[in-house]
């Protein structure tokens, strides 16, 4: 078992910046591919980035492309997510996940966190 919390969170204005990060335990981390992803009130949840087990490999949905930035760190057993340009249509619950191999479609993903609040007002 891994158990994921999320941090970070919080209100900014658009063009801000936020970093998230998730703590994991149970288990090392490098064990896994980690994604995040994020769901706004009335939406389905969708990818948002996703980091392979060595941090070697990246992936971003087309919405925050050149906007964040996933990395990890092994050794402390987090993964990141820089948030940069934000916009209010990034207002949403964001989700650190853990998965055993490569997955963009959360229904793949093993473990989840909690969830933690952003907030982006115009």
């Known amino acids: 078992q891994v158990q994921l919390v999320e941090s970070g969170g919080g209100l900014v204005q658009a063009g801000g910046s936020l970093r998230l990060s998730c703590a994991a335990s149970g288990r090392r981390l490098g064990n896994y591919g980690m994604g995040w992803f994020r769901q706004a009130p009335g939406k389905e949840r969708e990818f948002v980035a996703y980091i392979s087990r060595t941090g070697g490999s990246t992936s971003y949905a087309d919405s925050v492309k050149g906007r964040f930035t996933i990395s990890r760190d092994n050794a402390k057993n987090t993964v990141s997510l820089q948030m940069n340009s934000l916009k209010p249509e990034d207002t949403a619950v964001y989700y650190c996940?853990?998965?055993?191999?490569?997955?963009?479609?959360?229904?793949?993903?093993?473990?989840w966190g909690q969830g933690t609040q952003v907030t982006v007002s115009s």
């Open positions: 996940a853990a998965v055993t191999g490569y997955a963009t479609r959360a229904h793949e993903y093993d473990y």
